[in-house]
């Protein structure tokens, strides 16, 4: 879960999907990186269990899970004691 914290871009992503659910091509517009870099960071903030996934068609959109402001909080909680 640190790992995944651990780098700006997937905390933009993160930014960003507390708005709404975005594709990989959303984000990578908004991030203006490369598809590839911007895929790899939302798979380690998946693999961490930051995101959520829904299918639509031909697209996937990701969320920010429900539950990931309570890891983050979490996390910050163990940091800073």
Known sequence: ??????NQ?????????KRNALTPTDLT????????????HI?????????????SHN???YSLDTNANKKIKTLLNLICK
């Open 1 to 6: 879960m640190f790992r995944a914290l651990g």
């Open 9 to 17: 871009n997937r905390i933009k992503i993160i930014e960003h999907l």
């Open 29 to 40: 517009e908004k991030l203006k990186l490369s598809y590839q870099a911007t895929y790899n």
């Open 43 to 55: 798979r380690k903030l998946d693999e961490a269990g930051f995101l959520q996934k829904e299918r």
């Open 59 to 61: 697209y996937v959109f």
